[in-house]
């Protein structure tokens, strides 16, 4: 009996190591961003918000990312996409320098919208204006 408890509680510990418990969810909020991002980019303020909410809830297991909770909750809590759209400048502008140096990840920018976000491709995907001008924007040179 005594094993089986020991062996239950080596693999609950090697199960914690795999979800990443250190408090380090940087991979986990730049893949949930871009969800967000994606979703924005095809009109889905329901696929948004759930996205924004995973990005709040792994920020706040985070020591060093609790300040981009707030503004992922802020996207997660709107009623309308336009403003989900305008919320998401605060978040990109906070997840931005997660992704600098990161693999796989490209920072575009619209200057329609004065503002920056993080996706996966460089083929332009535009979240803040989704749909109706989804080219809108180009690579940002990274500083």
Sequence with gaps: MLAAGF???????????????SGD?????????????????????AAAKKAAADVAGHAKMSSGYKAI???????AKATKID???????????????????????????????SADWVQTSKDVKNPYYGKSMLSCGAPKEMK
């Design 25 to 45: 969810m940087k991979k986990e909020i730049l893949s949930s961003y871009v969800k967000v991002s994606a979703a924005l980019a095809a009109d889905d303020l």
């Design 83 to 113: 403003a989900a759209r305008e919320a998401f400048k605060s978040l990109s502008a906070a997840v931005e320098p997660l992704a600098k140096g990161e693999k796989g990840y490209v920072v575009m920018n619209c200057p329609m919208a």
């Design 7 to 21: 062996i239950l509680g080596f693999v609950r510990l090697t199960a914690a190591d795999s979800m990443n418990m």
């Design 69 to 75: 909770a707030p503004k992922a909750d802020t996207v």
